[in-house]
């Protein structure tokens, strides 16, 4: 059964602590692996798409990375604002639809 | 990317009652989505929408679900006879087709009470 785990399932970290949080995942065919950002009772808002092992994508203080068997997601000297709850969603050959982690709580302290 | 809105926000309903939720998408998208997120639990999918037809659905989409695209523009979904563990927020997503990229709209919370 495809698969898809996030860690840690919360994180506290000091402004500018930097850190990085890891999806594994399991699947049969890994087409697209996808990071989302989901703030309290609002949608995911979409991040970054990874496609094969090696790639790596920056957005301002994220880094997304990708291998065969995991993702991280870096956040380099983190801000308050950069609290949320962090999603990686993967897509499988043959098939649109996403597989979601639970996804990790990130709470940033000023 | 622009994104999708969907009405209503926030709906209320008793246990049994029917209700409709809608999505209203960039037209020139042709992939449609619903993902339903009970809280505090992982964001699930629930059904695939491509030409005006279902492409894929999952074990929870069973007979009380249907998705429609009734005028060629919203899209709705349709719970027929709630339960209240379908309490949930429910998410409309697209992509344009060209990429696997979904963007998801701010979801509808339901409540059944």
């Known amino acids: 059964e495809d698969q898809v785990t996030q860690s840690p399932e919360a994180l506290r970290l000091q402004e500018g602590e930097s850190s990085s949080l890891n999806c594994s995942y399991t699947?049969?065919?890994?087409?697209?692996l996808f990071w989302y950002r989901q703030d309290p009772g609002k949608g995911p808002e979409f991040l970054f798409t990874l496609y094969s092992a090696g790639e790596e994508k920056e957005k301002e203080r994220l880094k997304a990375t990708l291998t065969k068997k995991e993702s991280f997601l870096h956040i380099t000297a983190p801000k308050p604002e950069d609290s949320a709850t962090y999603l990686c969603?993967?897509?499988?050959?043959?098939?649109?639809?996403?597989?979601f982690g639970t996804g990790t709580r990130l709470k940033v302290l000023a | 990317e622009p994104e999708v809105t969907q009405t209503p926000s926030h709906q209320v309903t008793q246990m049994g009652q029917e209700v409709i939720l809608r999505c209203v998408p960039i037209s020139n998208h042709l992939y449609f989505y619903w993902y339903r997120q009970i809280l505090g639990q992982k964001v699930e999918f629930l059904v695939s929408?491509?030409?005006?037809?279902?492409?894929?659905k999952s074990e929870i989409f069973d007979d009380q679900f249907s998705v429609e695209r009734p005028d060629g523009s919203n899209f709705t979904l349709k719970i027929r006879s709630t339960k209240l563990e379908d309490s949930a927020m429910y998410f409309c997503a697209r992509d344009r087709g060209d990429t696997d990229t979904q963007y998801f709209g701010p979801g509808t919370r339901l409540t059944v009470l």
């Open positions: 699947v049969s065919g890994l087409r697209g």
């Open positions: 929408f491509y030409n005006n037809e279902i492409s894929e």
């Open positions: 969603a993967v897509t499988t050959s043959g098939t649109y639809k996403y597989i």
